[in-house]
């Protein structure tokens, strides 16, 4: 069975149509793509997946299972890890403190923080997540909050890690890093969803992609049998012209 898949979706904001019978079939082991313009509808669609909104209508299925996720608490058992594109992190806390503590589900506070700390330090050193257990959170760069948050999930065991825009924040050597450690992620059988409205990251990282438009799913389609041009189109339900970057003007 697909690591996840949604079946006929529907959330509405009194007239706005957000979400409209979205279908989503995501394969374990690979990184799924969600592609669309501001407002397509993509942060609606996560929400519903990490338990913010009920959805008006549909089915989320887990490894076949239909699944109930009535709020983050059902998501985390889901196994559904979410890095926000807005960082959900308790300021004036560490990073070890941020990792555990907010970790509400007792199964996580049983733990203790001797023991937190060492599995945290695995989990950095195995997907070069370095950051600074015992550093304050707003102390940090954006980059090494991402990483928080990233180890966060994971300390949670996802098996599935959702990524809204993740790359805004970061610079492009950032960016570079957190690709590696999506692709070794997914090497080892963990499904990511990489959510972002740049088309250069979908060609760079993802297997498939879906794309959404005014709160529908308009395709589901293999990366590399694509290309940017056609989903450009999907995106915008028009033929567009891309830009193409020459690189730097020679004086
Ligand atoms: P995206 O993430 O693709 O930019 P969103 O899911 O954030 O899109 O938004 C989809 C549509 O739903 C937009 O028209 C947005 O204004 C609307 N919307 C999103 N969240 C809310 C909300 N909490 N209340 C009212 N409207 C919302
Ligand atoms: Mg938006
Ligand atoms: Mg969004």
Avoid: W
Wanted: aromatic share 4%; no cysteine.
């Amino acid at each position: 069975a697909p690591a996840i898949e949604l079946r006929g979706i529907s959330k509405a904001f009194g007239p706005v149509q957000a979400n409209r019978a979205i279908d989503l079939v995501v394969p374990r082991g690979t990184i799924h793509g969600i592609i669309g313009e501001n407002g397509a509808g993509k942060s609606t669609l996560m929400s519903i997946l990490y338990g913010f909104y009920r959805p008006d209508a549909g089915q989320i299925l887990i490894d076949g299972k239909p699944v109930a996720i009535a709020d983050s608490q059902a998501a985390i058992r889901a196994g559904i890890g979410m890095v926000f594109q807005h960082f959900k992190l308790v300021p004036n806390f560490t990073v070890l403190e941020n990792v555990v503590l907010g970790a509400e589900d007792g199964r996580f506070l049983r733990r203790s923080l001797a023991r937190a700390r060492a599995e945290l330090k695995h989990l950095a050193a195995e997907y070069g997540l370095q950051v600074d257990p015992d550093a304050l959170v707003e102390t940090l760069p954006l980059g090494h909050q991402q990483r928080v948050e990233i180890l966060k999930a994971l300390y949670r065991r996802a098996d599935i890690l959702i990524l809204d825009e993740p790359t805004g924040v970061l610079t492009p050597a950032e960016a570079d890093h957190l690709f590696r450690i999506l692709r070794s992620l997914r090497d080892e059988g963990k499904t990511i969803i990489l959510i972002t409205h740049k088309l250069r990251e979908i060609m760079q990282i993802t297997e498939n992609v879906s794309v959404m438009r005014r709160g529908e799913m308009v395709a589901s389609v293999r990366t590399a049998a694509t290309g940017p041009a056609e989903l450009a189109e999907l995106m915008v339900g028009r033929k567009v012209l891309l830009r193409v970057d020459k690189g730097p003007a020679r004086p």
